[in-house]
């Protein structure tokens, strides 16, 4: 995977975590990620968007934007959330345009956010993730004393 943007050591690695625990290994050496860190997203704590697909129409390119206003934890939470939301595009699970979820048609602008089928999938998936690299991080950090 290609992480393109100003992300540190640590949030690259977390990123990487992430990929790993979300992605097939053939599939992840497909994936671009621009990253983005951006002050001014109101209410938004974080957004992923395609950006790009391969000959077969597959999203594979992808912007992943993040609030900059939040905690260093609270970053990574997001980073781990939108990176289960570009894992619903890889595995076209959730449609570019946000319409169709699992196979299924959808009217995401009749669903209140927190019900959407995809948020509470990656809500789910994210604090798992990050509780899982907070481990993994804990486990290297103790190696490393």
């Not at 994936?31 to 697909?53: C, P, Y």
């Not at 927190?114 to 990656?122: C, F, G, L, R, V």
């Not at 994210?126 to 991080?137: E, G, P, Q, R």
Request: glycine letters at 2%.
């Amino acid at each position: 995977m290609i992480v393109k943007g100003k992300v540190s050591k640590f949030q690259l690695s977390a990123i990487d975590f992430f990929a790993d625990a979300l992605l097939t290994k053939q599939l992840k050496r497909h994936i671009i990620v621009h990253v983005k860190f951006r002050k001014n997203m109101a209410n938004v704590l974080g957004l992923t968007d395609v950006e790009d697909f391969n000959s077969a129409r597959q999203p594979r390119e992808f912007i992943v934007e993040i609030n900059s206003k939040q905690s260093k934890e609270e970053i990574l939470l997001t980073l781990a959330h939108e990176m289960c939301h570009l894992r619903q595009y890889c595995y076209g699970d959730l449609n570019p345009e946000m319409t169709v979820w699992r196979g299924e048609k959808v009217d995401a602008d009749s669903i209140p956010y927190h019900e959407q089928p995809w948020e509470i999938d990656a809500e789910c998936l994210s604090h798992i993730l990050y509780n899982d690299f907070k481990v993994f991080m804990e486990k290297t950090y103790d190696k490393r004393s």
